[in-house]
Every structure is written in C-alpha cells, then in structure tokens.
C-alpha cells in the first residue's frame, strides 16, 4: 500500500520565484494536512483539509502562502513569491478519521525547500 | 505554539541500555501520540495512547499518561543503534480531525 507522496523532494529557487509542492494522500484517507518543520519553530501546523474541505488554515504563515484541495488523491500548497525564510521541510500528511485509531495520521517524506 | 514539551532535549545512551522521554502537555487532550523521525525522514507513527488508558505497550515500546499532571513518558527498552531518531509526543485536542500539535523532539542517540 502506497504512503503518502509528496513531490518535489528538493527544490531550490530564488526568491521571488513561485513554488508548488504537491502531495497525493493515502487512498481513502479523508484528512490531509500540510506541516512545516525548521530548527528554530519545529513542526507547525500550517493547514488541514477534512473531506477536501479545508477546516482550519489558522497556521498559514501570511498570504504568500496558499493551499488547495480540488479532489480527494492530489493537494498543492503554494508559495508565491517566495522568501529565504520560507526554506524549510515541508510535509504532507494523511489520515483517515473513520478508523478506529483516528487521529493516527501518516506522513510524507517530505519536500525539502530552499530559497535563496 | 507547541502543545507538548520533550524532555529530555537529546539523550545519549549505549546499546542495550534503556530510553526514557518525557512530555508534557497544557491542554486536555483526546490523545497523546508519539512519532518518530530519522534523519532525512519524515515521521512514523509510533503508538496512540487515550486520554482513558494509563499505560500501553508495543513491542520495546511502552508509554505511559498521567491526564492528571498533563505527562506522559516512552520507554524503549533494550536500545539498538537503530533507534537512533527524533522522537515527538503530539496531542490531540480533537476527537474527529486529528489535528495533532507537536512537540519539540528528544533526540536519541544510541551507540553501539
């Protein structure tokens, strides 16, 4: 069974320049959350979507940064323009809150970004 | 703001010896869980403990919560090199979305 994917792994691109990090969930999962972890802020909640709705973007650092859910397989969170103290690792992750064990939520590997 | 607070920050212990972390929390919780991440990775569910339960094991893994004074600790018993790893207590505060807040990690080292 697939993980969570997330796309690209490493990026690096200037500031200014605009930047999509993709992700397609776990099948069947029905929540899907986008966190970013630096050294200095650890991981941060920075939106969740709940049936492709998103339910709480409280953590979205400011405008420059946008997040979509158009279909239950794919979401794209979006920077634009971006700035050297967006670098960070950026996850992806899912979960499915039907289960049992809701609340569990699986991770991506990541995308690695760096703006320079 | 982080929910859960490791302690300790970074740990380092020899093979075979055990690993205790401890975390605390500040809000009521539905249930406390615990990740774990290795370099480079992202991270890996460990084991979800509830808000009702005071103790649960998993293999060398056993944690423990106190609702009471906001706690709870993972022990790793008979640590191996491959346990080498971050490792993050996160809370749940909601019961149907598993909007998870975490910690700041403990850093284990385990030397052969």
């Known amino acids: 069974d697939a993980g969570v994917i997330q796309s690209p792994r490493h990026e690096v691109t200037e500031m200014g320049q605009e930047v999509t990090l993709r992700c397609k969930p776990i099948s069947g999962h029905n929540s899907l959350f986008w966190y970013r972890q630096t050294m200095m802020r650890g991981l941060e909640l920075l939106i969740y979507f709940n049936n492709n709705v998103p339910i709480d973007d409280s953590g979205m650092p400011e405008d420059r940064f946008s997040a979509k859910m158009p279909n239950a397989s794919f979401s794209t969170l979006k920077i634009q323009p971006s700035e050297p103290r967006d670098s960070a690792v950026y996850f992806c992750?899912?979960?499915?809150?039907?289960?049992?064990?809701?609340?569990?939520?699986?991770f991506g590997e990541g995308s690695w970004l760096t703006v320079v | 703001s982080q929910q859960g607070e490791e302690d300790p920050q970074a740990l380092s212990i020899q093979e075979g010896e055990n690993a205790t972390m401890n975390c605390s929390y500040k809000t009521s919780i539905n249930n406390l869980q615990w990740y774990r991440q290795n370099s480079g990775r992202g991270l890996v569910h460990l084991i979800l403990?509830?808000?009702?339960?005071r103790e649960k094991h998993s293999g060398r893994l056993r944690v423990t919560l106190d609702t009471s004074k906001k706690s709870s600790s993972l022990l790793i018993t008979a640590s191996r090199a491959a346990d080498t790893a971050s490792y993050f207590c996160a809370t749940d505060p909601f019961l149907d979305y598993g909007k998870l807040t975490f910690g700041q990690g403990t850093i284990l080292t385990v030397h052969p």
């Open positions: 403990i509830r808000s009702n339960e």
């Open positions: 992750a899912s979960s499915d809150t039907k289960k049992r064990d809701r609340g569990t939520i699986y």
